[in-house]
């Protein structure tokens, strides 16, 4: 029983230890380039280095770098957009993508499954994703969400209940109830 209580925190020391290890060889590689550019070390020096420098990055595991390079171009831009858009949980989408109404509106286009439905579907697996592990068809499809809910949000039906009408279910479709506001 105490070796499993010990193992999170061995592998944490791993991590940390592969993590001081990749700093020694980052550093270490910058010094022998130095060495070997500016105080005329031999060559292989340099080479060395870059070396170095080229395996200090793999050895820590991807989940560990919290480096905002890391994630995909405009995913900071379109975040709070997206939050402010998709205003259902995976669950309560997932729900709503069964039901007869969902099915009953938006363009199939010849294919049986109209476009919102899908996009619902990759809607919910987004919502399920870390946010660092977001690809950049991911952030894509995000933005896409974004401009759908406040394109069709600004054409509100005025004389029709709103509750049930093919306006909600659509952007309930993409994530949008606009009951919850």
Same mark, same amino acid.
């Given at each position: ?5 010990? @193992?999170? +925190? $061995? @592998? ?8 001081? $290890?990749?700093?020694?060889? !980052? ?11 500016? !105080?005329?070390?031999? &060559? &292989? &020096? ?5 070396? $170095? ?18 994630? =995909? ?5 379109? &975040? ?9 949980? =995976? ?5 709503? +993508? ?18 919102? %439905? ?15 592990? $977001? ?16 394109? %069709?949000?600004?054409? !509100? =039906?005025? !004389? ?18 606009? +009951?919850?506001?």
């Amino acid at each position: 029983m105490t070796v499993l209580r010990s @193992a999170p +925190l $061995l @592998a944490l020391a791993a991590l940390a230890a592969l993590a001081a $290890l990749a700093a020694l060889a !980052e550093i270490g590689g910058a010094w022998l380039v130095w060495q070997a550019v500016r !105080e005329g070390r031999p &060559w &292989w &020096w340099a080479g060395l280095g870059v070396h $170095l420098q080229g395996a200090a990055r793999p050895a820590v595991p991807q989940g560990l770098s919290m480096a905002k390079d890391d994630r =995909p171009e405009g995913l900071d831009d379109v &975040w709070d957009d997206w939050q402010d858009a998709v205003t259902m949980t =995976p669950k309560q989408l997932e729900e709503w +993508l069964e039901t007869d109404e969902s099915m009953s509106v938006g363009d199939t286009g010849g294919k049986g499954e109209s476009t919102g %439905h899908e996009s619902g579907r990759r809607i919910v697996t987004i919502l399920r994703t870390k946010k660092d592990d $977001l690809t950049e068809d991911d952030v894509a499809h995000m933005r896409k969400v974004v401009g759908y809910v406040h394109r %069709h949000r600004a054409q !509100e =039906p005025t !004389e029709e209940d709103v509750k049930t009408s093919k306006w909600r279910y659509s952007l309930m479709n993409w994530g949008n109830d606009p +009951l919850d506001d």
